[in-house]
Each structure stands twice: as structure tokens, then as C-alpha cells.
């Protein structure tokens, strides 16, 4: 089979202007840049506005392991059937970060004749977007430092005089804001910033990988650029030396901030392998803030197409519990049916005692495993949603555990479970989904999110770590308790909860396999992310500044005879 790169580049693409206009959209409401790629302009929402929208699919998981389950490769798969089927159909997904395409991961397009291309150019900048948004955040950093200098150079009286501003007064002991790159550098997680004379003052600070950033939140949960300039008003920098939050707002970078990002909140349409259109838009990780792609993006695509596929990142505990808590409140557009992606190497791997060799047909490990997928079933119904297994195939696989599995899948609530060879097949090895999933969208859904906010933060934390990950409780640090009462004083309790936890498991414990049963789960932070509008929980160890390993994914890229990207 040819590599993934292979095929993209052979594959014979549609001008994007056709792929456009094939969607719906007018001349007047794109941008074309270069043949592949086009940005959707904002004008196009006020004549979308009364079009009724189409059928709403989100693709979602078991938990993940390091044999890759296909969440992406099932997405755009389930698109191309759709496609293929003549129904109208659009996948909206997130832009991929460059850490992880230079990491370990790899890239984002999907794979084997499932995916979106060009995938080089998917992969490595698109279109600008994830840079926007580090040069919108760093500037707010630069910013922040640039006020403790002058205040602290001149006084706050003097201040006044030359600038003709008011005096922040801000504490360089509760600074908010860390600074951001695109890349995996675990040297930059512990840095000190304002060393030599002149450049101060000296303080601690960190960079994060920019998919942490709130402002990537922002640009995910933002309904018009109108909506993005108020968020991003709102974002929480610092606390002065009073305790009152100082805002973008408040410091005066927020309209310049919003200014870099005005041409990121555009969607970029690009199109998969059999032609159908994909718009790619925003990149939050799942694991640290809300793990989907722009309702922007969402917008759009449910207003011209019957069907609209899109994934949350990880788990269902993941990615589509905060489509579900998160991302509804803000879009209003509810899930109308879930596709659960599994393999049977993943459910091995979650069995009490996974086996030596991974492939060879195990049937007491996959039973065992199984309890996990039984678990993302369960949970999804959980939201009134009603939900198609699909069991991505590997070349080894065994049939009479492919068999069992589908059997076993349905018994435990799933409105059906079929194989997927998207990655083999294209659209040919997706119809039977993507038959399927149209069976399930003619189910009545009675969707459901897990928990009213208005209750409290403490409240939407429980019912989130009980109902929502089977726990028996949480607990608060001290530095928790403390941030709790800021929040509440800030009148922020009521907003949804976003959980950083591992996506390798249902808990906050990555080796805790399978469907773990009465843990607690350790609250070590609560951040407020008042322009996203979320409050982050921090579970455990959370990284947001990933390292590169022993062997990183770059070593294989570089650039042919041609000068076409080969590697990636």
C-alpha cells in the first residue's frame, strides 16, 4: 500500500473554487488561496441565518492508546461514504498543531485513502491561523511586561503624567499569562523573563504549546469576530496588588489582539480524497481545554449540508463530554447521533493483564477490554444521544473476534456496530457505517447535557467526576479551595466546567485501565478562562508543553529531489 503522502499527492483534486461552490457558497463569500485551500468569509452567516441545519454527527472514542484507534481516519471515511452515497455532506475539523506533526503523533489529515488534502499542507501552517493566535497571545504577554516596566520604572504618579493612563498596579507575583509557541520544547516550561538591567522586572514565567493558549478557546467558541473581540476583553491576565483582575480589556490590548486574529476566525475549506468538502478551523487539545473545532466551522457547514460530521479529541470522557457540557451551550446545536471509534488492539490493551503480542487473537483479553467500550456506549447514551460503534480494521485482525465484538457492542446499547476499512478502502470500506449511521439519525435523539451550571462550580464538579467518569467524589488542594473562593468572588461559579485529566483513562490516573470504580479525583488547580467561558479543573499531572522524545517525528521530514515534502 502506498504511504499516506503517496497517496495524497496522486490523487487527483478538485479545484477548491468547485468544492466551494459545490457546498453552497457564492463567489462573493471565499478566498481562494492557491488551488487546494479557501478562506469562508464571516458575510456568508447573516444569509445562512433562517436555512434550516442538517444532521449533526460527532465521531468520538474509546480511551486512546499508543496503537492509535482511528478517530480521524473514521471521520473523514464516514464523510466520503456519505459523499459517495449523493447526500450533501461536510466534515468540520481542527487545524493540527505542529508540536505533534514534529513529535510523536504525527499528523492530523487522516490516513490511507481517508483523508483530507493536501496533507502537507494541512499539517505544516495551513493557512496562518495557529501562528495568529501565538502572535495575539504573546502580544498580551509582551504587553503585561511592558506595563510592570513603565509603572515600576517611572512610579505610578509619573506614570500618569507621560502616558496619559491609568496606573494597573499589577502584581508580578500573580501574573496570569504565560507565553506560547507551536512547537514541543520542554526547555521553555520553567523560564525567567526581564533578566539585565533595564528589561525588568525579573520573574518567573512559562511557555505553553499554543493549542493550551484560551485564546484558541476563544476562537473556537466565538459565534462572529464581534463575539471574539468581547472574549478576548475578558481574558484574565493578572491580579494588581488590590486583587482585582486585570483584563485585556483593562490593559488595552485587546482590540490589537483581536486585530492579528481577524483573518484567522475564517474558516479554511479544503476538501478529502473523493472530493467532499472539509472545513478546518481552531486547534484546542482535549486534554487541557475543549478538544473540538470552531462554531464558526459548525455554523456554516450545518447550514449548507444535510450531514455534518466532526470529532471531539479523545474519549468520550474527553472531547465529546465538553461538546456535550461546553460547546451546545455555546453553539445551541445538539448532537443528533455519536460514532464510538474502537479497534480490537485498543480493547486488548485494556484488559486487566493486556497480552504480550497485541495482534495474535486473544478472545479472554478482548472480553476484558471490552468493558471499556461498554463503558464510552453507556456514557454516550447517557447524553440521549443514540450511537453507532464503528470497529476500525487492522490487517490482522481476527474475524471471529470482529464478529463477537459486534455482537457484544449492540447488546450493550449501541444502536449498531459495523466495520470500518476506511483506511484500506476509502469510501467503499465506510458505506456499511455510513448506512448505518443514517439508520440512527431516523431515531428520535432526546439530547441531554450532564449538568446545569447555574448549580455552582462545586456542584458541576461532582455530578461531572460521578455521572461523568463513574468517580466517587473530588478533592480540592488548598491551592484549589483558594482559587474557588476567587472565582465565586469574581461571579464565575456559574460557567461549565472543562476537565485536564489524562485521556488514557476514564479517571484522572493513566494506569487505571478499563472502567475504574471508587477513586477520587484530585482537583490540584481551578483556572478560570473568563473570555472562553469555562473554568479549567486541573486532574492530576496535566502537561501543557509537551517535550520532544528520543526519536522525534521530525528525523523522517524533509523535502525531495522536487521539492515536494516527503516524510510526513
Given at each position: 500500500?502506498?504511504?499516506?503522502?503517496?497517496?495524497?499527492?496522486?490523487?487527483?483534486?478538485?479545484?477548491?473554487?468547485?468544492?466551494?461552490?459545490?457546498?453552497?457558497?457564492?463567489?462573493?463569500?471565499?478566498?481562494?488561496?492557491?488551488?487546494?485551500?479557501?478562506?469562508?468569509?464571516?458575510?456568508?452567516?447573516?444569509?445562512?441565518?433562517?436555512?434550516?441545519?442538517?444532521?449533526?454527527?460527532?465521531?468520538?472514542?474509546?480511551?486512546?492508546?499508543?496503537?492509535?484507534?482511528?478517530?480521524?481516519?473514521?471521520?473523514?471515511?464516514?464523510?466520503?461514504?456519505?459523499?459517495?452515497?449523493?447526500?450533501?455532506?461536510?466534515?468540520?475539523?481542527?487545524?493540527?498543531?505542529?508540536?505533534?506533526?514534529?513529535?510523536?503523533?504525527?499528523?492530523?489529515?487522516?490516513?490511507?485513502?481517508?483523508?483530507?488534502?493536501?496533507?502537507?499542507?494541512?499539517?505544516?501552517?495551513?493557512?496562518?491561523?495557529?501562528?495568529?493566535?501565538?502572535?495575539?497571545?504573546?502580544?498580551?504577554?509582551?504587553?503585561?511586561?511592558?506595563?510592570?516596566?513603565?509603572?515600576?520604572?517611572?512610579?505610578?504618579?509619573?506614570?500618569e503624567r507621560q502616558s496619559?493612563l491609568p496606573a494597573l498596579?499589577?502584581?508580578?507575583?500573580?501574573?496570569?499569562?504565560?507565553?506560547?509557541?507551536?512547537?514541543?520544547?520542554?526547555?521553555?516550561?520553567?523560564?525567567?523573563?526581564?533578566?539585565?538591567?533595564?528589561?525588568?522586572?525579573?520573574?518567573?514565567?512559562?511557555?505553553?504549546?499554543?493549542?493550551?493558549?484560551?485564546?484558541?478557546?476563544?476562537?473556537?467558541?466565538?459565534?462572529?469576530?464581534?463575539?471574539?473581540?468581547?472574549?478576548?476583553?475578558?481574558?484574565?491576565?493578572?491580579?494588581?496588588?488590590?486583587?482585582?483582575?486585570?483584563?485585556?480589556?483593562?490593559?488595552?490590548?485587546?482590540?490589537?489582539?483581536?486585530?492579528?486574529?481577524?483573518?484567522?476566525?475564517?474558516?479554511?475549506?479544503?476538501?478529502?480524497?473523493?472530493?467532499?468538502?472539509?472545513?478546518?478551523?481552531?486547534?484546542?487539545?482535549?486534554?487541557?481545554?475543549?478538544?473540538?473545532?470552531?462554531?464558526?466551522?459548525?455554523?456554516?457547514?450545518?447550514?449548507?449540508?444535510?450531514?455534518?460530521?466532526?470529532?471531539?479529541?479523545?474519549?468520550?470522557?474527553?472531547?465529546?463530554?465538553?461538546?456535550?457540557?461546553?460547546?451546545?451551550?455555546?453553539?445551541?446545536?445538539?448532537?443528533?447521533?455519536?460514532?464510538?471509534?474502537?479497534?480490537?488492539?485498543?480493547?486488548?490493551?485494556?484488559?486487566?493483564?493486556?497480552?504480550?503480542?497485541?495482534?495474535?487473537?486473544?478472545?479472554?483479553?478482548?472480553?476484558?477490554?471490552?468493558?471499556?467500550?461498554?463503558?464510552?456506549?453507556?456514557?454516550?447514551?447517557?447524553?440521549?444521544?443514540?450511537?453507532?460503534?464503528?470497529?476500525?480494521?487492522?490487517?490482522?485482525?481476527?474475524?471471529?473476534?470482529?464478529?463477537?465484538?459486534?455482537?457484544?457492542?449492540?447488546?450493550?446499547?449501541?444502536?449498531?456496530?459495523?466495520?470500518?476499512?476506511?483506511?484500506?478502502?476509502?469510501?467503499?470500506?465506510?458505506?456499511?457505517?455510513?448506512?448505518?449511521?443514517?439508520?440512527?439519525?431516523?431515531?428520535?435523539?432526546?439530547?441531554?447535557?450532564?449538568?446545569?451550571?447555574?448549580?455552582?462550580?462545586?456542584?458541576?464538579?461532582?455530578?461531572?467526576?460521578?455521572?461523568?467518569?463513574g468517580a466517587a467524589g473530588?478533592?480540592?488542594?488548598?491551592?484549589?479551595?483558594?482559587?474557588?473562593?476567587?472565582?465565586?468572588?469574581?461571579?464565575?461559579?456559574?460557567?461549565?466546567?472543562?476537565?485536564?485529566?489524562?485521556?488514557?483513562?476514564?479517571?484522572?490516573?493513566?494506569?487505571?485501565?478499563?472502567?475504574?470504580?471508587?477513586?477520587?479525583?484530585?482537583?490540584?488547580?481551578?483556572?478560570?478562562?473568563?473570555?472562553?467561558?469555562?473554568?479549567?479543573?486541573?486532574?492530576?499531572?496535566?502537561?501543557?508543553?509537551?517535550?520532544?522524545?528520543?526519536?522525534?517525528?521530525?528525523?523522517?521530514?524533509?523535502?525531495?529531489?522536487?521539492?515536494?515534502?516527503?516524510?510526513?
Amino acid at each position: 500500500m502506498l504511504s499516506d503522502i503517496e497517496i495524497s499527492r496522486q490523487t487527483l483534486r478538485r479545484p477548491i473554487a468547485d468544492v466551494a461552490q459545490s457546498l453552497g457558497l457564492a463567489s462573493h463569500e471565499y478566498h481562494t488561496l492557491g488551488d487546494d485551500k479557501a478562506k469562508v468569509q464571516l458575510n456568508v452567516l447573516p444569509r445562512l441565518a433562517d436555512n434550516p441545519c442538517g444532521k449533526f454527527i460527532v465521531v468520538t472514542a474509546v480511551n486512546p492508546t499508543p496503537y492509535g484507534e482511528g478517530k480521524t481516519v473514521t471521520s473523514i471515511g464516514l464523510t466520503q461514504a456519505l459523499h459517495a452515497l449523493g447526500k450533501k455532506v461536510c466534515v468540520c475539523l481542527r487545524q493540527p498543531s505542529m508540536g505533534p506533526v514534529f513529535g510523536v503523533k504525527g499528523g492530523a489529515a487522516g490516513g490511507g485513502y481517508a483523508q483530507v488534502v493536501p496533507m502537507e499542507e494541512l499539517n505544516l501552517h495551513l493557512t496562518g491561523d495557529i501562528h495568529a493566535v501565538s502572535s495575539a497571545h504573546n502580544l498580551a504577554s509582551a504587553a503585561l511586561d511592558a506595563r510592570l516596566h513603565h509603572e515600576q520604572r517611572l512610579g505610578a504618579q509619573e506614570f500618569e503624567r507621560q502616558s496619559g493612563l491609568p496606573a494597573l498596579n499589577i502584581d508580578p507575583e500573580r501574573l496570569l499569562w504565560p507565553r506560547v509557541t507551536d512547537h514541543n520544547d520542554r526547555a521553555l516550561r520553567q523560564i525567567t523573563v526581564g533578566q539585565g538591567r533595564n528589561n525588568g522586572p525579573e520573574h518567573g514565567n512559562a511557555f505553553m504549546i499554543t493549542a493550551a493558549s484560551e485564546l484558541m478557546a476563544v476562537l473556537a467558541l466565538s459565534r462572529d469576530v464581534h463575539d471574539m473581540r468581547r472574549r478576548i476583553g475578558q481574558l484574565l491576565l493578572a491580579f494588581d496588588k488590590d486583587g482585582q483582575a486585570v483584563t485585556a480589556e483593562k490593559l488595552g490590548v485587546a482590540g490589537a489582539m483581536t486585530a492579528v486574529m481577524r483573518q484567522a476566525i475564517e474558516p479554511t475549506l479544503m476538501q478529502t480524497l473523493n472530493g467532499a468538502p472539509c472545513l478546518i478551523h481552531a486547534g484546542p487539545f482535549a486534554n487541557i481545554a475543549h478538544g473540538n473545532s470552531s462554531i464558526i466551522a459548525d455554523e456554516v457547514a450545518l447550514k449548507l449540508a444535510d450531514y455534518v460530521v466532526t470529532e471531539g479529541g479523545f474519549g468520550s470522557d474527553m472531547g465529546f463530554e465538553k461538546f456535550c457540557n461546553i460547546k451546545t451551550r455555546a453553539s445551541g446545536h445538539q448532537p443528533d447521533c455519536a460514532v464510538l471509534v474502537a479497534t480490537l488492539k485498543a480493547l486488548k490493551s485494556h484488559a486487566a493483564t493486556p497480552p504480550a503480542d497485541i495482534n495474535a487473537s486473544d478472545m479472554d483479553a478482548l472480553q476484558q477490554g471490552f468493558a471499556n467500550l461498554a463503558w464510552h456506549v453507556a456514557n454516550v447514551r447517557r447524553y440521549g444521544v443514540p450511537v453507532v460503534v464503528a470497529i476500525n480494521r487492522f490487517p490482522q485482525d481476527c474475524e471471529q473476534e470482529l464478529a463477537w465484538l459486534r455482537q457484544a457492542a449492540i447488546e450493550a446499547g449501541a444502536a449498531d456496530c459495523v466495520v470500518s476499512d476506511a483506511f484500506a478502502k476509502g469510501a467503499e470500506g465506510a458505506l456499511a457505517l455510513a448506512q448505518a449511521v443514517t439508520r440512527a439519525l431516523a431515531q428520535p435523539a432526546a439530547f441531554r447535557p450532564l449538568y446545569d451550571p447555574q448549580a455552582g462550580l462545586e456542584a458541576s464538579l461532582a455530578s461531572l467526576v460521578e455521572l461523568g467518569y463513574g468517580a466517587a467524589g473530588f478533592s480540592l488542594s488548598e491551592t484549589a479551595q483558594q482559587q474557588l473562593q476567587e472565582i465565586k468572588a469574581l461571579g464565575a461559579d456559574t460557567l461549565p466546567v472543562c476537565m485536564a485529566k489524562t485521556p488514557m483513562s476514564i479517571s484522572h490516573d493513566p494506569a487505571l485501565k478499563g472502567v475504574p470504580k471508587q477513586f477520587v479525583v484530585p482537583i490540584n488547580e481551578l483556572k478560570l478562562n473568563a473570555g472562553a467561558g469555562f473554568v479549567t479543573a486541573l486532574a492530576g499531572n496535566v502537561m501543557t508543553m509537551p517535550g520532544l522524545g528520543l526519536k522525534p517525528g521530525y528525523l523522517h521530514i524533509d523535502i525531495d529531489a522536487d521539492g515536494n515534502v516527503c516524510g510526513l
